[in-house]
């Protein structure tokens, strides 16, 4: 099974600041998917990151908030953008149901 | 709306017992059922899942039961093991190329 790459393991940010997320995978995959663990609570999909199109991305999530690249079929990168405290949670990526990189805790004060 | 629920937020139980972890849900649409096992700054690990067209799903000391009828699963972990304290997660899609739609977890601790 692939491995993935996740950092920064954690950050504290500034509010009004934007943090970017990186995954690397050791092998070539179609999709990868970006969750929010929010605390106390469970993981919500974000999106789902096809090379070469557009992010589709789940009710309650925007592109002007959550960015997403995926430049290739190794990588992609997740930017929180302009941040408030409520965007304190853990993200992780994927790659199917049964992948998951060691996810971002990311504490905004 | 919580269509998958683990209305147990914790559980403690001795090693060498068994570990019960409780699952239910209410999307009618779900074939296919995991249970991940998630360490403080890890990303959650795959243990074991189940399709819809069985009711049960044995691998060594972990075992998954579906009950369709009741929309409810459950994982049973024995004998449990000081190694198994973690956080666990159910989760359920429609088919394995769907999204996953996760419970909120249960926080597991094995005793000596």
């Known amino acids: 099974s692939a491995v993935i790459s996740q950092k920064p393991s954690r950050d504290i940010c500034q509010r009004g600041t934007s943090l970017t997320i990186q995954c690397q995978v050791d092998?070539?995959?179609?999709?990868m998917f970006w969750y929010r663990q929010q605390p106390g609570q469970s993981l919500t999909l974000i999106a789902t990151?096809?090379?070469?199109?557009?992010?589709?991305?789940e009710s309650g999530f925007v592109i002007d908030k959550f960015p997403i690249s995926r430049p290739n079929l190794t990588f992609s990168t997740l930017t929180v953008s302009n941040m408030s405290p409520e965007d304190s949670s853990i993200y992780l990526c994927?790659?199917?149901?049964?992948?998951f990189g060691s996810g971002t805790r990311l504490t905004v004060v | 709306d919580q269509q998958v629920k683990q209305n147990s937020p914790s559980l403690s139980v001795q090693e060498g017992r068994i570990s019960i972890l409780n699952c239910d849900y209410t999307?009618?649409?779900?074939?296919?059922f995991l249970w991940y096992k998630k360490y403080p700054a890890e990303g959650p690990t795959f243990l074991i899942s189940?399709?819809?067209?069985?009711d049960k799903n044995e691998d060594g000391r972990f075992t998954v039961f579906l009950n369709k009828s009741a929309k409810h699963l459950s994982l049973h972990i024995v004998p449990s093991q000081p190694g198994d304290s973690a956080v666990y997660f159910c989760?359920?899609?429609?088919?394995?190329?769907?999204?996953?739609?996760f419970g909120t977890g249960t926080r597991l601790q094995v005793t000596l």
């Open positions: 989760a359920a899609t429609p088919s394995t190329a769907s999204k996953l739609t």
């Open positions: 990151a096809n090379q070469g199109s557009e992010a589709t991305y």
């Open positions: 189940i399709s819809s067209i069985k």
């Open positions: 092998s070539q995959v179609t999709m």
């Open positions: 999307n009618s649409m779900f074939d296919y």
């Open positions: 994927s790659v199917d149901s049964y992948t």
